[in-house]
Structures are given as structure tokens and as C-alpha cells.
């Protein structure tokens, strides 16, 4: 410990600090103790006047001056105060850990971040709304070109329109219809202008993608009806037969059909032949070197009447499971040339029994030409296990595309559920609602008879023009309601369930149930009718005194659960009549 300061010290530091200009003996001013700011001034006064002009050439310099002017402003420092610091910087110097890595290791190399926080971009904008959000933001999907297209916009686009996928090796979807150029100029005028196809649906966005580019592929699709399905696979099927080689009607005849398509009604099996016709005539005019023919093959017609259509000579056929296995037995055609195979609403031919008719099918076209040379496309509203068993083993390795979750998926139907007791008093209210509601309007019974009464009713008591559909019609009389519905000839259908199921009759405003279907499938198919491909729709439903319960507790579970629209409405004195909405629990006593 260093000994304390005498007086005399004292003394003599007291009078250096009073008078600090005092010369010492070798005419040197005696050393003052500067502030920080002071010190600093100092060295900047002394760097200006001795190099005014002076230019750092490199870092390393620079550091040295750094360091020089560090110690000149240091050197009247505590000279413990700099051990201290060199033991510092020391120790610094022996924590620092020197990693080995290469630049390709780097994660964040590529790191595009989802936020444009680039004050130039901003500014440049001029305070433009949408041009500003872009900057910030990045540019929406719609405002790119295809190769601009990252995974983040292909995702946006994905949910935008409704579309999950799976199967691995999966095509990116249409942004529209001419840019991916997979569809001829012929067939791509057709839709677009002769058609007025706009902009292709979701089912249609992610199906004719995956069908073309991946040729011979199955694919499975699932999405609601109304939905676009038909057109999603004709077009594949029109863009193949296209590229194949003109056949005569002699080697049709002895080939057979490029394609076959399978619905479960005959009814839906003629509306997919309907629209193909509209697409194969129109190009048979476009294209004099091209010559497609669709038939159907239905119940209803003789099959000396069929065979005399497949003497015509036929590219694309259009049947139901019952009449192509009575076409197969009697070996009216050959399916060794099929490339296509299509199955649509699958589901429904399941729910109504032709699963075995289904698998026969599938099974002797599989034996009939090499698995791999046939492309198996199948769609369906909803993925059952069965749809599920069946698609696992008949469909190679397929490509899943299921379309839900947005407006366009689902339908946009207001349900009303009114208590009335007799007909008498629903054929009131039908008079009221058809004041309201545009034509074509379907009326749901369930008993023949009652079509008949409520005919002569509209004839004696309306002006309105009525057409009758139930299953005693014969085949012609049937397709002659529907073609006057569809021509606007008659305003109203009354019809029983045979029309409930996966007919497309354009722009249904109303559907009433004037008696409740017996499952609540069948109601479901029934409204249905309605509210399709993005349109909405209104469903009046009548119930009375002694519905069957299970039914009606059902169908207020489904209106409470299903409403798009929310407008939806289930009469008050039905609740307290078939006592629902009750969760109270009576209590036990033991």
C-alpha cells in the first residue's frame, strides 16, 4: 500500500492546481487533466491542422489512426485503467469461436420475405392505394405472369378457388383457359365464344391439367353437382380423339368407342350426351376434317335400336350400368380401343345399388386392353368407403382433387320449413310463392296421384302450364317434360325423386316440397335442384300432423346446420308439435 501524501505534497499540488500555466524548470507547461469531450476536441483540432486532405485508403489504416488517436487520448489515463483494458480485449479475443461453414449452408441465402419493407419501393408508389399495397404486400396472384408464380401465389390460388390436392406429381391448376396452351384453338373458341365459358370452374381448373398433362393417369374428383364436372371431362376426352388419326365409319364400327361414360340415371346419362353433342357439333362444323359422334346407351330403348346407332359409327358413348352390361352380353360393341374411361357421381350409383353392375364394368374393361393404356377418371360428390375401396382397387395410383369450402362449392339455397296441414292449403301457398319466383319451378310429391290432382288444380285454378315426371311415364314422355322445363314451354315440373337426382335443369329459382321425401337423401338431392353452380335458390318445404319423426327431427338438424344463406327458417309451432329443440334432460331419481 503506497504511503499517504505529506504537507509539503499537498501543498505543492494545491499551488499547480491554482496557477496551471506555471513554467516548469525545462520551460514545460505542468500537465492538466482533460474531460473526455475536451480530449476528443483536442485530437480533431490537431488532425485538421496537420492533414486537412488526409484519405484513408483501406479499413486497416484507418484502424491504426484509430488506435494512435485511442492512445493519445488515453496516455494521461490511469495507467491501471489500461491493463485492465488490454486484459479485456484479450479475453475478447480468446472467447471468440471461429466457425468453419460454407456460404451453401447458409439457410437464409434465399430468404424472399413475405413483407416489402423497402422504403425506395414505397415511396415510389406516390401514395397509390393498390400500388402501395403491392409494394408492402408483394402483387397478388392475379396481377402475375405464370413463370412469376411462386409456391406462396399457387397456395393463395389453391384456397381462392376451393382446391386441395393430393397424390404427389399434381399439376398446378388453370389460371384460365388459354394460358397453359393445352387446349386447341378449335375446341378453346368453342368454349369461349360460342359457348360463353368465361372462366373455368374449380373442378374444371385442377381436372383438365392433371388429365392432360399426365397422360394415362387416373384422377378422382370430388366436388358438388353443379359444379362443372361435364365439361372437365369432355374436353380431355375431345382434346385426345383430336390428336388420334380420322377414322372411317368401317373401322369405328369394327374398334368401337374412344371413350365411355358412365352415369347412374338415364337422365343424367342423356344431359352428358346433350353436352357433348353441343361441343362435338359445333367442332364437326370448325374442323371439316373432324368427325366425333356421342351416343347413349339408356333403359327405354330397344337394343336393335342401340345397335342401329353403333352401326353409325361412335366415338363416345354415354350409358347406365344396367344397359352396358345387356350391350356387353350381347356384344354389340368392342371396348378394346376405350383410352378413356369416366364414371360420374359415382356415389349415386353406389347409393342406388349398381355397385355390383359397377364392378363388373370395371373388371371386364380392365381385362379387355392393357391397364395402363386406359385412363380411369372418376368424380363424385362425396368420398365414401365404398367410393374409397373401390377407387383403391381399380384406379392406378390416381391424382386426388377434392373442391369444397368456398361459395362456389357450396349450394346457395334458402331452406323454409312451414307447417300446413291439408293440400288444400299448400296449393295456396304454392299459388303466393309461384307470384314470387321465377320459372322453371319443380315441385317434389311423393305419391303419383297427387301429380295428377295438383295438374288439374294449376290447369283449372292458374295459368300456369304444368309437365308431369314420375316413374310410370314411359322413356319418351319423360324426356319430353324435361325438354319442355328446359325450353320454357311449361313453367312448372311436379315430379317424384326420379327427378331428384343428378338432372341439371338451368336456373331452378324454387323447389317445394309439397310432400316430405321419405330419407332425408332424398330431400337433400331434391333441393338440390336448386341453387346451382353459384345461383341462389329458395326450398319450401310442407309438414304436417303426422310426419314420421326421425325424418323431421332430421331434416331440422340439417336446416340448422346447412345455411349458406343464413335466412333460413323452420316454423315455431313445428318445433313445439314434434317437441325439437329440447336438449333438456329429465332427471333420474334413484
Sequence with gaps: MARPPTIAQILSSKNASEN?????????????????????????????????????????????EEDDTSDVINEADDQKSTMFSKADRIQKKRSQFQFEWQEADDTMSDYRPIVETKAAALLSMNGRADSLADSYMGRHWSKKKLHEMNERDWRIFSEDFAIQTKGGDIAKPMRNWEELNLIPKDILDIITKDLRYKQPTSIQRVTIPNVCTRRNRDFLGVASTGSGKT???????????????????????????KALILAPTRELAQQIQKEAQKLTSLLNMK???????????????????????????????????????????????????????????????????????????????????????RQTLMFTATMSPTIEKIANGYLSKPAYATIGGGEESIPQIQQIVQYVSSEDQ??????????????????????????????????????????????????????????????????????????????????????????????????????????????????????????????????????EVNNPVKTNSFDKSLKTRYNLGNNNLDEIIY
Excluded at 372437365?232 to 368407342?257: D, H, M, Y
Excluded at 295438383?454 to 314420375?470: D, G, P
Design 231 to 257: 365439361l372437365a371431362f369432355i374436353v380431355p376426352i375431345l382434346i385426345k380423339i383430336t390428336k388420334s388419326q380420322p377414322r372411317p365409319i368401317s373401322l369405328k364400327n369394327v374398334e368401337g368407342p
Design 426 to 559: 299448400r296449393f295456396e301457398k304454392i299459388k303466393r310463392l309461384l307470384n314470387s319466383n321465377e320459372a322453371p319451378i319443380i315441385i317434389f310429391i311423393t305419391y303419383k296421384k297427387t301429380a295428377d290432382w295438383l295438374a288439374q288444380k294449376f290447369f283449372e285454378e292458374t295459368s300456369f302450364k304444368v309437365t308431369i315426371l314420375h316413374g310410370s311415364k314411359s322413356q319418351e314422355q319423360r324426356e319430353h317434360s324435361l325438354q319442355q322445363l328446359r325450353n320454357g314451354k311449361c313453367q312448372i315440373m311436379v315430379a317424384t325423386n326420379v327427378a331428384a337426382r343428378g338432372l341439371d335443369i338451368p336456373n331452378v329459382s324454387l323447389v317445394v316440397n309439397f310432400q316430405i321425401s321419405k330419407s332425408l337423401d332424398d330431400y337433400v338431392h331434391r333441393i338440390g335442384r336448386t341453387g346451382r353452380a353459384g345461383k341462389k335458390g329458395t326450398a319450401v318445404t310442407f309438414l304436417g300432423d303426422d310426419e314420421n319423426i326421425d325424418i323431421v327431427r332430421e331434416l331440422y338438424k340439417y336446416v
Design 287 to 373: 374442323n371439316t376434317s373432324f368427325s366425333c359422334t356421342v351416343i347413349s346407351i339408356v333403359g327405354g330403348h330397344a337394343l336393335g335400336e342401340i345397335a342401329h346407332q353403333l352401326s353409325q359409327g361412335c366415338d363416345i358413348i354415354v350409358a347406365t350400368p344396367g344397359r352396358l352390361i345387356d350391350c356387353f352380353e350381347n356384344h354389340l360393341f368392342s371396348t378394346d380401343e376405350i383410352e378413356t374411361l369416366v364414371v360420374d357421381e359415382a356415389d349415386k350409383m353406389i347409393d342406388m345399388g349398381f355397385e355390383e353392375q359397377f364392378t363388373t364394368i370395371l373388371s371386364r374393361l380392365n381385362t379387355s386392353r392393357e391397364f395402363k393404356a
Design 20 to 64: 496551471p500555466v506555471t513554467a516548469t524548470n525545462n520551460g514545460l507547461k505542468k500537465p492538466k487533466f482533460l474531460s473526455k469531450a475536451e480530449r476528443i476536441n483536442l485530437v480533431r483540432s490537431l488532425h485538421n491542422r496537420d492533414s486537412p486532405h488526409l484519405v484513408v485508403e483501406n479499413s486497416a489504416k484507418r484502424e491504426r
